[in-house]
């Protein structure tokens, strides 16, 4: 259905003024007049985003209802420079008749590169290494010190096989992997063709030398790597997450770090993000955080700003966008 333009160029927001210029410049040659939010400030959003066609968010914060409100009624497309898009409430969007699209598939080997970099982090004890050689004890005559655990012949289990999770399993191809577990809604005949099994969550549980979480945050997934799923982990197992911090109950890995209950953990995301630089999370010795790059590559967030100003261009001129979430 074509959709009305009430401006004529249409007023696209830019809600942050990092965005790659790639996407920029595409939506100024299709003759969109830009304007760009230069602090990031929630301030300035609300006063920017008053009668704008789409808007182009690049933002953790939640897209809250009083940016809808403050936009008015001529606001129908958004383009959001991530994959994830639970800072949306989508029902409100589909209320107001409002088209949302993301950036799935070209960040998968970008973020799918951090699980294994985390994974291989964590077993081999990067963190605690790092820490032993700042406080001068690098014992390098104890043949016993800083032993990791192999990926080579162990059990990995993705939860989540998605893009991101499918091209996870892809690259354990080259590390001899034994097997690659994944579980889900239903099984997937990617995952056949990836040579991985479908189990239950449980016995994933219980079977994985190395846990990888790559699923979207959603009521269901919230909070699901509680204290009873760190209790079924092998005590030598590690855990990785790449996806969203609320996915973790997070005293709850803190708790199984310390005490042992699981070998090592490796997170690019977490709760708070950015992560206070006193967190205790930070003096844990098996545990290697990196601040939410997973799609922090050039090219990468390139192909995230160009996507984004694609489904903005489709969403105004009445087309389907190339990826749609609502
Ligand atoms: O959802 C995504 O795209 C990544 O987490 C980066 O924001």
Not at 27 to 40: H, R
Not at 187 to 193: I, L, R, V, Y
Not at 229 to 234: R, V
Not at 253 to 275: C, H, Q, R, S, Y
Request: some cysteine; hydrophobic content about 40%.
């Amino acid at each position: 259905k074509q959709l009305t333009i009430m401006n004529n160029p249409p007023k696209v927001l830019v809600t942050n003024p990092t965005v790659p210029s790639i996407g920029i410049e595409l939506l100024t040659e299709k003759g969109c007049q830009v304007i760009i939010v230069e602090n990031e400030s929630r301030e300035e959003i609300l006063k920017k985003v008053k009668g704008v066609d789409a808007v182009f968010w690049f933002s953790h914060e939640k897209f809250s209802n009083d940016i809808l409100d403050a936009a008015g009624s001529q606001l129908k497309v958004i383009g959001t420079m991530s994959a994830g898009y639970n800072h949306f409430n989508l029902d409100e969007l589909k209320k107001r008749g409002i088209k949302l699209g993301n950036t799935p598939k070209v960040l998968n080997e970008a973020v799918a590169d951090v699980a294994i970099l985390l994974s291989l982090a964590a077993s081999r004890r990067i963190q605690e290494g790092r820490l032993a050689i700042e406080n001068n004890q690098w014992k390098n005559t104890d043949a016993q010190w800083l032993l990791g655990t192999d990926i080579a012949n162990s059990t990995v289990g993705i939860i989540g096989l998605g893009g991101i999770g499918q091209a996870i399993a892809k690259r354990l191809k080259g590390f001899d992997v034994k097997q690659v577990l994944y579980t889900g809604h239903k099984e997937k005949p990617e995952g056949e063709e990836l040579g991985a099994k479908f189990v239950s969550l449980d016995t994933l549980n219980r079977e994985s030398d190395f846990i990888i979480v790559a699923v979207p945050l959603t009521n269901e997934t919230n909070g699901m790597c509680n204290e009873d799923f760190f209790s079924k982990m092998k005590k030598t197992a590690v855990f990785i997450n790449v996806s969203r911090g609320q996915v973790v109950d997070q005293p709850a890995l803190i708790d199984a770090l310390k005490n042992g209950t699981i070998f090592a953990a490796g997170l690019d995301v977490m709760t708070p993000e950015p992560l206070p630089s006193d967190h205790e999370m930070l003096k844990l010795p098996n545990l290697v955080v990196l601040p939410h790059i997973g799609s922090a590559t050039k090219n990468t967030r390139d192909a995230m700003s160009t996507l984004t100003a694609q489904n903005i261009l489709r969403g105004l001129g009445g087309e389907e966008m190339f990826t749609p979430v609502v």
